[in-house]
């Protein structure tokens, strides 16, 4: 007799412990909001197929970006330049934004040449965006005298790569292809 109450102590621990368990995880998992699927800084979503912005452009000045929801290319008649993958968007309105890549391809600075090895590669970057239409967009890629080439992450990015930091103020305009 003594037993069978000793295993029934055990087992009423052992499901007591079980259900406990599950029910701290069942509330650590209701407390996770959609935005942390992703681990995207807040405003700052995947690019979509359906966005306006996917397509291939090019400007007066001969620049060709080439958009996809997973690559961003920029380059022209001269060669290929900078591109990246990882494309987020954070938008501005509904003509404008700022477009977030992780560069695979980066200029090495103090140079004219673009490289898969260069510095930046592996990093952040940020391409602005307005007057987004059917057929039609300005397009700048994120300068300034001094700033940041780029940043370790995509919330250093957000964060560093604005407008009212003093990026984005030479744009190109540019037509669907």
Same mark, same amino acid.
């Given at each position: ?11 009423? $621990?052992?499901?007591?412990?079980l $259900?406990?368990s ?17 681990? $995207? ?8 197929? &359906? ?5 291939t ?18 380059? !022209? ?5 900078y591109? !990246? ?16 890549i992780k ?9 004219? &040449? ?5 510095? &930046?590669?592996g990093k ?7 007057? $987004?239409? &059917? ?20 919330d250093?990015?957000?964060?560093e ?17």
């Amino acid at each position: 007799m003594k037993n069978t109450k000793f295993s029934f102590n055990r087992a009423w $621990l052992f499901l007591t412990a079980l $259900l406990m368990s599950a029910l701290v995880a069942v509330s650590f998992a209701g407390c996770k909001s959609d935005d942390d699927d992703d681990d $995207l800084p807040s405003g700052v979503e995947y690019l979509s197929s &359906d966005s306006l912005l996917v397509g291939t452009w090019k400007s007066s000045y001969g620049e060709i970006f080439e958009i996809s929801t997973t690559e961003l290319k920029n380059g !022209g008649s001269w060669g290929n330049c900078y591109a !990246g993958n990882n494309l987020t968007v954070r938008k501005i309105s509904d003509s404008a934004g700022i477009v977030y890549i992780k560069y695979t391809r980066s200029i090495i600075y103090g140079s004219v &040449d673009y490289s898969e090895t260069a510095p &930046d590669v592996g990093k952040w970057y940020a391409v602005s965006y307005k007057n $987004l239409t &059917d057929d039609a967009v300005a397009l700048c890629g994120a300068y300034k005298e001094g700033g940041a080439t780029s940043t370790e992450t995509l919330d250093e990015a957000v964060s560093e790569f604005t407008i009212e930091n003093g990026y984005f103020d030479s744009y190109s305009d540019c037509t669907r292809q």
